[in-house]
């Protein structure tokens, strides 16, 4: 069955450095999305991708955070200079299509837990 | 915006007996509502949906309801089984919007 998959699994990583997480969606998926999920918290919606432009983004998708869809499989995240409060477990997920188009669902990868120290 | 609310965030069952997660919407302008099961150090699974346009959903021992009219909506799983213990998460979206607001998560544990 095909699954999004996501490297690293675990980041550690000093404050104010830059990050890159890492992402391959389903192969047949068209919108890639990104969110995170603070420890104990809800999973919360950073920002959602289709035709290489972001589709929507989230309060907390601010100036430090970038997306790209560097080739024909990947999808990143890139954090320019991490905060303590970026630790958090970061998902990727893909759909084939959008919500009232087609098949919609959103799956989700294993995750990237990132720690800023 | 969208605010999920999600309840109970614990619920402790014996094994065989009936799980009902509940949850509330506030934008009425939501028309699509998943639940994604998250097992530890994995990421959301979704194991059931349901749209608007439908007021009941079930999937052998899983079944979830909607009552738009009162902006909630409710995961019911029947028969559980130590393997259904996880952190259930609800979600809504409204149409042709790619975001998903997510509930804060129920923790449920089945004792054998």
């Known amino acids: 069955e095909p699954e999004v998959t996501q490297t690293p699994s675990h980041q550690v990583t000093q404050m104010g450095q830059e990050v890159i997480l890492r992402c391959v969606p389903i192969?047949?998926?068209?919108?890639f999305y990104w969110y995170r999920q603070i420890l104990g918290q809800k999973v919360e919606f950073l920002v959602s991708?289709?035709?290489?432009?972001?589709?929507?983004k989230s309060e907390i998708f601010d100036d430090q955070f970038s997306v790209e869809r560097p080739d024909g499989s990947n999808f990143t995240l890139k954090i320019r200079s991490t905060k303590l409060e970026d630790s958090a477990m970061y998902f990727c997920?893909?759909?084939?299509?959008?919500?009232?188009?087609?098949?919609?669902?959103?799956?989700f990868g294993p995750g990237t837990r990132l720690t800023v120290t | 915006g969208e605010n999920v609310e999600q309840h109970p965030s614990t619920l402790s069952v014996q094994e065989g007996d009936s799980a009902v997660i509940k949850c509330t919407y506030s934008?009425?302008?939501?028309?699509?509502f998943p639940w994604y099961k998250q097992e530890l150090g994995k990421g959301p699974q979704l194991i059931i949906d349901i749209r608007s346009n439908v007021g009941e959903k079930k999937d052998q021992r899983i079944a979830v309801t909607l009552n738009k009219t009162a902006k909630h909506f409710s995961l019911h799983i029947t028969e559980t089984q130590p393997e259904d213990s996880a952190v259930y998460f609800c979600?809504?979206?409204?149409?042709?919007?790619?975001?998903?607001?997510f509930g804060k998560g129920t923790m449920l544990l089945v004792s054998p």
């Open positions: 979600a809504a979206s409204p149409l042709m919007s790619s975001t998903l607001t």
């Open positions: 192969s047949n998926h068209l919108y």
């Open positions: 997920a893909s759909s084939e299509a959008l919500l009232g188009t087609g098949n919609y669902e959103q799956y």
């Open positions: 934008d009425s302008a939501s028309n699509y």
């Open positions: 991708f289709y035709n290489n432009e972001i589709s929507e």
